[in-house]
């Protein structure tokens, strides 16, 4: 399901029983405007339609595939700021205070997992994407900062300085 951003809670379960893939783009969260009290979406829908936006961590715990993907040019291609969107859920002013729905945040491993191998899954490529593993494309990014081990507030400053694409260099920082 593509574009899955404000779910109605009775549809998490249908999706968990029937199987359903979820599509998501973190940076959607803050598409359009930089602060959170500019967000659209709080004057569009009611405080409990907005429990459920980008619920995350409740679609995982439900065992629900999240394939989390750019959508660009809709957005950058780059996955560091929907990445750290996932994990600390907050505008680019720094708001809402501890993130918007806060218990819906994933781990940094999740938020890769989800760009990663649950994309490949998603397109019946999980066999050759999605992991580094032998027999796999080496499709990587090396990356200036272990983002697995860095504060979520050092995410966004990520620089990507080479990008590997079926195991030829494609992109190099000078």
Known sequence: MEHLEIIHADDIARMAKHHIIASMQPEHMVIQVDRWADNPYMDKYSPAQMKTAWCFRTLLDKGIT???????????????????????????????????????????????????????????????????????????????????????DVIPKTQVLMTIMNGKITYQKE
């Open 66 to 152: 999240l394939a989390f993907g750019s959508d660009c040019p809709v957005v950058s291609v780059n996955p560091i700021m929907g990445i750290y969107r996932a994990v600390a859920r907050l505008f680019n002013d720094g708001n809402p205070r501890g993130g918007m729905n806060p218990e819906q945040k994933i781990s940094v491993r999740e938020a890769l997992h989800c760009y990663t191998y649950n994309s490949a899954y998603g397109i019946h490529r999980e066999h050759e994407l999605g992991t580094l593993e032998p027999g796999k494309l080496a499709d990587l990014a090396i990356l200036d900062h272990n983002i697995l081990e860095v504060d979520p």
